[in-house]
């Protein structure tokens, strides 16, 4: 009887430690809110909220594509110097006198292929993603300085402006861009075949390609889609400045990975969404604002910032264990 007892007790502990691991993300983000308004008064204001929801639009749309890469248990480092010569590539057209729109598609169709070049190397190359990616980091990297030639370029037209620093109603409209991304990706994810091959290659890739899965094309498409992510990241960071910096996107892939698996998403695949991720972008955005608001030195806030990636992995590792 104890040993029942026993049994139930612990199967009672770990059931309790699941439905902390669902909502987890939520606490934290809860709790988080409740100690900036206390720290600042600045917190909580319409102006400042926003500024927080506009800085963090840049990272959590790199972050979808990150998810999507990371549910199908791979991993991009590249998307940070994606998004740098993205911006490169949009304000050099600009500045060549192409119109700001064609500008615009230009720079999408760079970021995709860029992405696709990813899925191909490690679907049909076979090189696992960690190398693949970070010779492509390094590849567009080395790209966006040839292309700037180290400096930044600038853009004149005005009417690209609206992307990084426009309103709709008096909201930002990289907060709406977000907001609509994350909501489409969402619906994608759970409502389409896309999403459940997603999940079901992150899950078991071998037992995907017997259930008939063309994992490779799925593969190519997640690392294409994410290029695209992080080039519209960039079209609102090179809009934001006015020019493109030949350093934007340093650390950015850090920044993605860090609010994908705070969100919840397993790092071996198969489990989370870009709900979880959307909060995770936002916990690092308010961490960094609340840090700014109690004048935290800059080197303080990234051990801070570490700090939370590595507690957020040693409880997915845990929670990991208690599933299984």
Do not use: C
Not at 88 to 99: C, E, R, Y
Not at 107 to 136: E, M, Q, R
């Amino acid at each position: 009887m104890p040993e029942s007892e026993g049994g139930t007790q612990k199967s009672k502990w770990v059931q309790t430690a699941l439905l902390l691991d669902k909502y987890r993300v939520l606490f934290i983000f809860i709790l988080l809110l409740l100690v900036a308004s206390f720290i600042s008064d600045a917190f909580l204001t319409v102006p400042n909220l926003l500024n927080v929801l506009r800085q963090v639009s840049i990272v959590a749309i790199v972050s979808v594509g990150m998810t999507l890469v990371i549910l199908t248990a791979g991993i991009d480092l590249s998307v940070g110097s994606v998004l740098a010569f993205a911006g490169a590539v949009v304000a050099g057209v600009i500045s060549a006198g192409i119109a700001w729109p064609w500008a615009i598609l230009i720079t999408l169709i760079v970021g995709l292929l860029l992405g696709a070049a990813n899925g191909v190397i490690i679907s049909l190359g076979k090189v696992p993603a960690f190398i693949a990616t970070l010779a492509v980091m390094v590849i567009a990297r080395g790209m966006t300085l040839v292309f700037t030639q180290g400096t930044p370029i600038v853009i004149s037209d005005p009417a690209f402006r609206f992307i990084g620093s426009g309103k709709i109603f008096g909201i930002p409209f990289p907060i709406i861009l977000m907001l609509v991304i994350f909501a489409i990706m969402h619906w994608v994810l759970k409502n389409t075949t896309f999403g459940r091959y997603v999940y079901a290659v992150g899950g078991n890739e071998e037992a995907a390609r017997l259930a008939g899965i063309a994992v490779n094309k799925l593969k190519i498409s997640v690392y294409a889609l994410t290029g695209l992510f992080a080039s519209i990241s960039a079209l609102i960071y090179t809009s934001r400045l006015m020019s493109a910096q030949p350093n934007a996107g340093t650390m950015m892939e850090l920044d993605a990975i860090a609010a994908v698996i705070i969100g919840g998403t397993r790092l071996t695949g198969g489990k989370g969404g870009v709900t979880g991720t959307l909060i995770g972008a936002l916990i690092m955005g308010v961490l960094d604002n609340i840090l700014n608001l109690a004048n935290v030195s800059p080197f303080y806030q990234d051990i801070a910032k570490g700090l939370v990636i590595l507690v957020a992995v040693l409880i997915d590792s845990k929670l990991a264990k208690l599933q299984k």
